[in-house]
C-alpha cells in the first residue's frame, strides 16, 4: 500500500538547519510528484512547493524561496525538505503529500505523510 | 498566503446535513478547479473531493461538493461523529502559478 513516512520531530534553535525526510513506498516513486505543506500551530495549511521527482526539478512557492531546499535520493525514494537559518516563525508541523495527476490539477493530493514537527525555539 | 475565504465554524448534530463555502475569485475558483480536504486533528489532510464534484474511492456518499462561478461547497449529510474535523477547500491561483488552500472551517458535530 502506498505510504509516506516523515521523520520525527525536531527541535532547533534559531539560525540552525533542519532536514526532514519523507520515504515512499508502494508505488514507483518517480512517477507522481511530492509537495510540500506548512501548518502552523492553530493555523491552516500552506503549500510550499513540490519536486519533481522524475527531473529533481524544485518549485517553489511565494514566500518560501532562498532558506527552503527540495532535494531527492531516488535510490531510496525519499523526498527532503531544508530549512536553513531557522527562525521562529518556522515553527510548524511540515506535511510532504503525493501528487496525483489522474485526480486532475497537480494540487490533488491523494497520499500525505503523517506530518514532522519543528520547533524553533532558544 | 490563504485566499480562499471560509467560514469558520459549523455544527449540526448526528443526521443532519451541514454546508461549507468557499469564495475566491477569477484567477483561482472563477477558473480551475477545487479540491477539498478533511483534518482530523492531531493526523494529516486527507482528499475529499477533487475536480469539484468527485469522490476518490473510500469516500462516503454523505460528502459532495459543487461549484458556481467564483465559489465552491462542501455538503455534508447525514452528519456523524467521525465528520468532527477541520475541512479545507483548495484550487489552483493562475496568479500565483501554484495551489492556494481556503481559511478552513472546524464543523463540530453537537
Known amino acids: 500500500q502506498v505510504q509516506l513516512v516523515q521523520s520525527g520531530s525536531e527541535l532547533k534553535k534559531p539560525g540552525a538547519s533542519v532536514k526532514i525526510s519523507c520515504k515512499a513506498s508502494?508505488?514507483?516513486?518517480?512517477?507522481?510528484?511530492v509537495n510540500w505543506v506548512r501548518q502552523a500551530p492553530g493555523q491552516g495549511l500552506e503549500w510550499m512547493g513540490w519536486?519533481?521527482?522524475?527531473?529533481?526539478?524544485?518549485m517553489y512557492a511565494q514566500g518560501f524561496t532562498g532558506r527552503f531546499v527540495f532535494s531527492l535520493d531516488t535510490a531510496v525514494s525519499t523526498a527532503y525538505l531544508q530549512i536553513n537559518s531557522l527562525k521562529g516563525e518556522d515553527t510548524a508541523v511540515y506535511y510532504c503529500?503525493?501528487?496525483?495527476?489522474?485526480?486532475?490539477?497537480?494540487?490533488?493530493?491523494?497520499?500525505w505523510g503523517q506530518g514532522t514537527l519543528v520547533i524553533v525555539s532558544s | 498566503q490563504s485566499v480562499l475565504t471560509q467560514p469558520p465554524s459549523a455544527s449540526g448534530t448526528p443526521g443532519q446535513r451541514v454546508t461549507i463555502s468557499c469564495s475566491g475569485s477569477?484567477?483561482?475558483?472563477?477558473?480551475?478547479?477545487v479540491y477539498w480536504y478533511q483534518q482530523v486533528p492531531g493526523t494529516a489532510p486527507k482528499l475529499l473531493i477533487y475536480t469539484n464534484d468527485q469522490r476518490p474511492s473510500g469516500v462516503p456518499d454523505r460528502f459532495s461538493g459543487s461549484k458556481s462561478g467564483t465559489s465552491a461547497s462542501l455538503a455534508i449529510s447525514g452528519l456523524r461523529s467521525e465528520d468532527d474535523a477541520d475541512y479545507y477547500c483548495a484550487s489552483w491561483d493562475d496568479s500565483l502559478s501554484g495551489p492556494v488552500f481556503g481559511t478552513g472551517t472546524k464543523v463540530t458535530v453537537l
Open positions: 503529500a503525493r501528487t496525483n495527476p489522474s485526480y486532475g490539477d497537480p494540487i490533488a493530493f491523494d497520499f
Open positions: 508502494g508505488y514507483t516513486f518517480t512517477s507522481y510528484g
Open positions: 519536486i519533481n521527482t522524475n527531473t529533481g526539478n524544485p
Open positions: 477569477s484567477s483561482d475558483i472563477g477558473r480551475n478547479y
